[in-house]
T-cell receptor
Framework: DVKVTQSSRYLVKRTGEKVFLECVQD?????MFWYRQDPGLGLRLIYF???????EKGDIPEGYSVSREKKERFSLILESASTNQTSMYLCASSGGVRNTGELFFGEGSRLTVL | AQSVTQLDSQVPVFEEAPVELRCNYSSSVSVYLFWYVQYPNQGLQLLLKYLSGSTLVESINGFEAEFNKSQTSFHLRKPSVHISDTAEYFCAVSETGGFKTIFGAGTRLFVKA
């Protein structure tokens, strides 16, 4: 089975802490994405990457950064967590020879910032 | 710019009744259209997609959606729902050849016994 794996399903952090969310895919996809999911707002794109070491801002990049040192791994970093970053974070990938934009998602990481 | 509107935030329905979840989109270019489903405490998974060709697409579990270009809609339907269909459903649009996918706000489907 193809897979996108997110390292932590649930995290609780304190305001001001640095937070790392890791995502690994085994499909050799070029494109990887980080979304944030909040009730009533759907999914909002934080950052995406279309190649190793490449990154592009999505719709809500403020307060976040990303790292893609290897093709299979895409990390989301909260430099100084704040309570308004409490949310569900979803990693996804897409790609292949006939890329249609279909996204493959991880299980999600639910972050609570106290 | 693209946008996706899901017209209902919640849809309660009795088991074995038909259901329609509505989705409208706007885009100035040609698009691919998707419905994703999210079961409780899980990530999203693809339910069905329209890329080209026949405007009616079907999933393996009885859902179908019809691409209507003139009305810019991609409504999801099922003639008879099951309790196990209770989930949140997301309509999504991506530009052909593009990287980004835009999602609607989601529709929570509650199937009652």
């Amino acid at each position: 089975d193809v897979k996108v794996t997110q390292s932590s399903r649930y995290l609780v952090k304190r305001t001001g802490e640095k937070v790392f969310l890791e995502c690994v895919q085994d499909m050799d996809h070029e494109n990887m994405f980080w979304y944030r999911q909040d009730p009533g707002l759907g999914l909002r794109l934080i950052y995406f990457s279309y190649d190793v070491k490449m990154k592009e801002k999505g719709d809500i990049p403020e307060g976040y950064s990303v790292s893609r040192e290897k093709k299979e791994r895409f990390s989301l970093i909260l430099e100084s967590a704040s309570t308004n970053q409490t949310s569900m974070y979803l990693c996804a990938s897409s790609g292949g020879v006939r890329n249609t934009g279909e996204l493959f998602f991880g299980e999600g990481s639910r972050l609570t910032v106290l | 710019a693209q946008s996706v509107t899901q017209l209902d935030s919640q849809v309660p329905v009795f088991e074995e009744a038909p259901v329609e979840l509505r989705c409208n989109y706007s885009s100035s270019v040609s698009v691919y259209l998707f419905w994703y489903v999210q079961y409780p405490n899980q990530g999203l998974q693809l339910l069905l997609k329209y890329l080209s060709g026949s405007t009616l697409v079907e999933s393996i579990n009885g859902f179908e959606a019809e691409f209507n270009k003139s009305q810019t809609s991609f409504h999801l339907r099922k003639p008879s729902v099951h309790i196990s269909d209770t989930a949140e459903y997301f309509c999504a649009v991506s530009e052909t050849g593009g990287f980004k996918t835009i999602f609607g706000a989601g529709t929570r489907l509650f199937v009652k016994a």
